[in-house]
């Protein structure tokens, strides 16, 4: 009787002190801070709750992949170059996210987004024939998103039946995951689900968007600490700015600053960054033409239609998307023999597409011999990042 | 052993610090299962290694 006593009286101490929390969690912001937007965070991109508070007013939602955890510590990353201007861009992406994950994300976080544009940034390498890897699809899946996604009503029932059927199919690795989706699908979309079926998927959405919310507490928290601590580059190149003028980076300054220290750290025969390229070297022998049977390398394959579907998603939303079209490594990938018309029909194809879509298209196609574009073999460098955003920039100003 | 042999005897002796101390140990417990189910990755997705590409 006493333990019982005992029980009941931390029972309710415990109750108080989550009901405490909850109440914290659901006042809690974070303070204005755009390092949080541009953080190159893996975490973020699967926090709803932390893309839909942050998301600036003064930006768009950027999609992309591993790229922005690249380059995060130079002059040239998003995050440091439109940190102190008048556009601060919400990077979403790590490595692996790909079109069909950014297609939910956006459906689910659309309402958020003010200004109606959103870009992507697509990597050559998501066109594998194989598409996104179903074992990184789910490990990358949100459930908050999906179910956000799916019930939104100003999506078709066809655009919901793809993300539905390919969501489905590449969680077969992951059958409890695949059984609530279904399960999300009936209660949330078909509204089909009989009255226990709505009850269990209503408590376990609640169950996660209470546990999404102190997750997005603890991560904005970790993240706020970048606002108040000295950055370790240099101010950001930025045009003088006056009150009918507002803050733009300095392009000239910025690719001139580029050159020079390109001149100075990436003198290899890739003009990759020379640490990347040391740590490449060794394995260069076995490389060399590697892929020189890869004469349909990056045409055929599921990511395709994903694209097409993240595109859908835009049309449907009334968001107007910019496809940004990054070439391979052509120093690289000559080194693997990789055919150049596999690389010329690749680029054809991602533009046809988006052309189709009546998408804006920023094509770096022709950049593949561009030094210093390219940070390692793949991922985004001085220049590269630079003429990514400098686009990006473009496109959040017109009209 | 043998000091917390004692320390459970002495505790005998005051009832109230023994309650106080069944509360604190039960809260804990549960504290802690809360804090677990907050912040764990609950996902039952197969482990994927990143590697570059």
Redo the contacts between chains.
């Keep these: 009787m ?2 019982m ?3 009941l ?3 309710v ?2 109750v108080a ?2 009901l405490g929390c909850h109440f914290y969690i659901h006042h809690y912001r974070a303070k204005d801070c755009v390092s949080i937007p541009t953080a190159p965070s893996e975490e973020k991109g699967k926090l709803r709750t932390v893309l839909t508070e942050q998301m600036p007013e003064d930006g768009y939602p950027v999609f992309g992949s ?1 790229e922005f955890q690249h380059g995060a510590d130079t002059a040239y990353h998003p995050a440091h170059v439109f940190e102190q201007t008048d556009f601060h861009p919400m990077l979403i992406g790590a ?2 996210y790909q079109s069909l994950s950014h297609a939910v994300t956006l459906a689910s976080i659309e309402e958020s987004v003010k200004v109606r544009k959103a870009a992507l940034i697509l ?1 050559p ?1 998501w066109f594998r024939k194989t598409g996104v ?1 179903d ?2 699809y ?2 990358r ?1 949100s459930e908050t998103h999906y179910a956000a996604a799916i019930g939104n009503e100003a999506l078709s029932d066809e655009t919901k039946q793809y993300i539905s059927d390919r969501t489905r199919k590449l969680l077969e ?5 695949r059984a609530r989706v279904l399960r999300y699908d009936e209660v949330y979309w078909k509204h089909e689900g009989d009255s226990f079926t709505e009850f269990r998927t209503d408590a376990w959405s609640s ?1 996660l968007h ?2 999404e919310l ?2 997005t507490m ?1 991560l904005e928290k970790s993240l706020e600490r970048n606002c108040n601590s000295e950055n370790a580059l240099a101010a950001p190149l930025i045009r003088e700015t006056s009150e009918a003028a507002p803050a733009a980076p300095d392009w000239d300054a910025l690719y001139e600053l580029a050159e020079q220290e390109g001149r100075e750290q990436n003198q290899n025969p890739f003009f990759i960054d020379d640490t990347a390229y040391d740590r490449i070297e060794p394995h260069l022998p076995e490389k060399k033409g590697i892929s020189s049977d890869a004469d349909r390398g990056y045409q055929t394959g599921p990511e395709f239609d994903d694209l097409r579907c993240f595109l859908t998603v835009c049309q449907e939303l009334g968001i107007e998307p910019m496809i940004l079209v990054v070439p391979v490594n052509g120093y690289y990938y000559d080194h693997t023999g990789f055919p150049k018309e596999a690389r010329a029909a690749y680029y054809a194809k991602v533009k046809g597409i988006a052309k189709e879509y009546g998408a804006r298209i920023a094509d770096f196609s022709d950049q593949e011999y561009t030094k210093y574009f390219f940070e ?3 991922h985004l460098g001085k220049k590269g990042w630079l003429m990514v955003n400098e686009s990006l920039y473009e496109f959040y100003k017109e009209a | 052993m043998k000091a917390f042999m004692n320390f459970t005897k002495k505790l005998e002796a005051h009832p109230r610090l023994q309650f106080a101390l069944q509360v604190l140990g039960f809260y804990v417990l549960m504290m802690a299962l809360f804090l677990y189910f907050m912040t764990a990755n609950l996902s039952s997705a197969p482990e994927f290694v990143y590697t570059q590409f």
Excluded: I, N
């Design positions: 006493k333990r006593k005992a029980f009286t931390a029972l101490l415990f002190t989550v591993s490595g692996y990597s390498q890897v074992q990184a789910a490990s899946f690795v992951d059958e409890k995951t169950f209470e546990k102190f997750e603890l390692d073999r793949v």
